[in-house]
């Protein structure tokens, strides 16, 4: 009996591996957070295949590096992840195809004319605090670089980040020229520079430092998930950097109609809906009245501040030139 369950059991499992591969493949890049276990992604794989028969597979790691050196030989089909710091650098290599999507309806405070990247979310860079150990948290950037030295502040690494990316360019909009004494001045309150935003955030979590370079929307995790009403963002009155996150259809793809079917699966109701209380981030297409209601909890910038990828592009080395003579003292 046993060797006639576990035969049973054996075909079982030979059929189920069939039907998988036979299964067509979509091969989606994207960051490692993303398709983490605490991220959008295995929402987003379930959804999608509920509905294209087909295996989604996400393959993380830094995205833009690996697309630029595999080239024409990528195996990617879509690119999850990007967003507009990095889309010149991007759409230089050729790799894409138009995403063939109506932008018209998109909810962000901008305008959208990219037929290249599509966005799925956009947040507001910021520096979360603990607000029952700062009462007065600063409401500029001036009051920021005017706190006591013994305020301590993480933030990340701008050649591995894309939150030390924006914070660059941040800085860089408010100051312009003066942006290196900016810098100088914020220096001594980096307690340090971490290479992504998970080691610096839990930094402060656990009580390490004052304040982390983070999102507006941070704050909504620990309000939601852990109903922690401790964390806030503070506000500039100056604005605060505007990111938007993309996703790119690749033009050599061996898979376009799924690749086509992913884009329109992005806009969609059930994956916007997902972004808000698993990548923490505002959707790009959903009514706020779709919203988790407590984001309504959340502080909103009055301005968003924002560059186009060929400005981002053309700041970005000498911003960066500036950061590093500023913490090389």
């Known amino acids: 009996m046993k060797q006639t369950l576990s035969f049973v059991a054996g075909l079982s499992l030979m059929v189920t591996t069939a039907v998988a591969e036979d299964k067509p493949v979509l091969q989606v890049y994207a960051p490692d957070y993303f398709a983490s276990e605490w991220g959008p992604g295995p929402g987003i794989e379930k959804g999608f295949e509920a509905q294209c028969d087909c295996d989604l597979q996400f393959i993380t790691g830094d995205v833009l590096p690996r697309l630029l050196l595999e080239g024409e030989r990528t195996e990617a089909d879509v690119v999850i992840g990007l967003n507009t710091d990095v889309t010149a650098r991007a759409r230089a290599s050729n790799l894409f195809a138009p995403h063939g999507q109506d932008t018209s309806s998109l909810t962000m405070p901008i305008d959208w004319t990219d037929d290249v990247f599509l966005p799925f979310n956009y947040g507001y860079t910021a520096f979360i605090y603990d607000n029952t150990k700062m009462s007065n948290p600063p409401k500029t950037f001036d009051e920021l670089l005017a706190l006591p030295d013994d305020v301590k502040i993480v933030i990340q690494d701008p050649r591995s980040s894309i939150s030390g990316l924006a914070l660059l360019l941040w800085v860089k909009a408010i100051y312009g020229d003066e942006a290196p004494e900016a810098w100088a001045k914020l220096a001594p309150k980096i307690l340090t520079v971490t290479q992504g935003w998970s080691e610096a955030y839990g930094m402060f979590t656990d009580g390490e430092a004052d304040m982390v370079l983070s999102y507006t929307t941070s704050p909504a995790y620990h309000i939601i998930a852990e109903e922690d009403m401790t964390k ?14 993309l996703v790119g259809k690749i033009a050599g793809t061996d898979q376009p109609e799924l690749a086509d079917k992913f884009m329109d699966y992005v806009l969609s109701e059930e994956f916007q809906s997902m972004i808000p209380t698993s990548n923490w981030s ?5 009514d706020d009245s779709k919203l988790p209601e407590k984001f309504g909890l959340l502080g909103v910038p009055g301005k968003a501040i924002f560059y186009s990828e060929t400005e981002a592009e053309d700041l970005r080395k000498p911003a960066l030139d500036e950061w590093l003579n500023a913490f090389s003292q």
């Open 282 to 286: 505002y959707p790009a297409k959903l």
């Open 232 to 245: 806030s963002a503070a506000i500039f009155d100056e604005g605060h950097y505007f990111m938007v996150e």
